[in-house]
């Protein structure tokens, strides 16, 4: 079992203009109170998440209702090397031959290494998905799409093609993986986000099982 989770601290990165984690004590034993509790600020979007439609579509589905019969079952883990700069092409994905049937699809790619180096800056030139490349999914039935750094998109994409292509067509995307444990092949996807109600994304706690 796999624990592919990015841990919630306050040294996790986010996106540039998003408030940190913020973990504040409100109660602590060594201080002499009874219990230990705790207050934890979080954007919906940090760490590793779950993007529902509802975050670029008016009346797209929210968190809380993302069919769980996504977020659960076989899956495969891709790992994707050898690049032309850090956009994954159509033709990236397509020499990867993985099955036809596989309707979760997991990327692995160097963006792993960074939660695996304990990396707590933003690093802007993560590998993403090009716009064709998420058209493409789209058209391979692909149901839910993950993705091992904060965002599918590029950094600074101001049209959201990405986003919208998947979205649009009901796919879930899951982000911020860390992968760099993973070997490559099929497995088992348990993907739980938090059932926030009416919220455009939500943060999850996510196993790859292998047998």
């Known amino acids: 079992i796999y624990d ?41 979007h940090a760490g590793t998440h779950v993007d529902a439609p509802y975050r670029y579509i008016q009346k797209g589905l929210t968190a809380d209702r993302l069919p769980l019969r996504l977020l659960m079952g ?3 883990v891709a790992e994707v090397d050898g690049l032309e700069g850090n956009t994954i092409q159509v033709y990236d994905l397509a020499r990867l031959h993985f099955p036809a049937d596989t309707r979760r699809l997991l ?30 999914l789209v058209k ?5 799409i993950g993705m091992d750094y904060l965002s599918v998109e590029a950094f600074g994409a101001r049209d959201f093609r990405v986003h919208h292509a998947l979205l649009g067509a009901g ?5 911020g993986l860390n992968l760099s444990r993973v070997p490559p092949g099929p497995c088992e996807l348990v993907c739980l ?8 994304a939500a943060p999850a706690r996510v196993l790859v099982i292998r047998s």
């Open 4 to 44: 592919v989770t990015i841990p919630i601290s306050e040294k996790l990165p986010v996106w540039p203009g998003e408030q940190g984690v913020q973990i504040e004590a409100m109660a602590r034993i060594a201080q002499g109170d009874r219990v230990n509790a705790s207050r934890v600020n979080i954007s919906s």
């Open 74 to 76: 076989p899956a495969f």
């Open 107 to 136: 990327l692995k790619t160097s963006n792993s290494e960074l939660w695996q180096n304990g990396y707590t800056d933003f690093e802007r030139d993560f590998v993403h998905l090009a716009p064709k490349t998420a058209e493409w």
């Open 140 to 144: 391979r039935n692909i149901g839910l």
């Open 171 to 175: 796919v879930v995307i899951l982000e």
């Open 193 to 200: 986000p938090l059932k926030i109600e009416g919220s455009d």
